[in-house]
């Protein structure tokens, strides 16, 4: 397939944009079409293929995504368009992503124009599935702010380093009036930080959950700072079974 660039400004931090112009993804519209029109001579050219963002929350991008696709198809009748993923997770809470909608003006699509239409909804699968458990190395007061410092770093979960993003945190040993913590691990940068929370009060040894790490989460953990890739657990109906046992040190420095 040939990746059109649609040159829609869409996901929710920049670095989610994957479909406009300034982004490194894909060709505008025609010079996908060229392109398709030369690669027909020599390999099966099946499809035309687009990935607008990530983190989207409505339907619009889709509906002028899809409306490129067909005036695309108009040109050049291919048997597959694939309009990759996208599909928002409301990591603060708030309004879910409109599936209903979705799936309406994507089956009308697929329906007036006969394609076999592809879906790559990778984060929208798995976001929730995941729990990122930490424990609180320890909490100091400075100025204003409390710390609650704990023993996931950004090497663990990187996306709030990243991108800013925003995920829950829970304290699973909760008690007592919640206050502000802002939680941070032990990496050495100042970005190596979860945001801003309001929580039970927190003491060293409790466990906390960063909520919703099931897309990339782990396969974003690196070894940065000589930490060991941590364990993952998983549960499978109702058993919990370890998937992945926890990196020695030894093996940090000389990755199996
Ligand atoms: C080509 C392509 N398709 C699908 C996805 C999945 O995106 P999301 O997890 O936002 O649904 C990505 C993510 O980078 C991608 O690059």
């Not at 300034?22 to 687009?50: C, D, I, N, Q, Y």
């Not at 400075?142 to 410092?149: G, I, K, P």
């Not at 000589?226 to 109906?237: D, F, H, K, S, T």
Request: one cysteine or more; a positive charge; charged letters at 25%.
């Amino acid at each position: 397939m040939v990746r059109v660039n649609p040159g829609l400004e869409v996901g929710g931090h920049r670095s989610l944009a994957t479909g406009a112009r300034w982004s490194k993804f894909g060709l505008p519209p025609r010079r996908a079409l060229t392109l398709l029109r030369e690669l027909k001579g020599s390999l099966e050219a099946v499809g035309f293929h687009m990935h607008i963002g990530s983190q989207i929350m409505d339907v619009k991008p889709y509906d002028l995504a899809l409306s490129i696709m067909a005036r695309l198809l108009r040109e050049e009748r291919v048997p597959v368009i694939d309009i990759g993923g996208g599909l928002g997770v409301p990591y603060e809470g708030g309004r879910p992503f409109p599936l209903k909608e979705f799936s309406s003006i994507v089956c009308a699509f697929a329906e007036s124009t006969g394609v076999i239409l592809f879906l790559e909804t990778g984060r929208f699968i798995v976001a929730n599935a995941g729990y990122l458990l930490t424990r609180v190395n320890y909490v100091k007061e400075v100025d204003s702010t409390t710390w609650a410092l704990v023993d996931a770093g950004m090497n663990d979960f990187l996306r709030v380093a990243l991108y800013g993003a925003k995920h829950r945190i829970i304290n699973l040993d909760e008690r007592g009036r919640t206050r502000k913590y802002r939680v941070a691990g032990p990496v050495c940068e100042t970005a190596d930080e979860f945001g801003e929370h309001e929580l039970p009060e927190v003491k060293e040894g409790d466990y906390l959950a960063i909520l919703d790490v099931g897309a990339y989460g782990f396969s974003m953990a690196s070894r940065y700072n000589l930490r060991p890739l941590p364990a993952v657990v998983g549960v499978i109906n109702g058993q919990v079974r370890l998937l992945r046992r926890r990196e020695t040190f030894k093996e940090a420095i000389f990755p199996p």
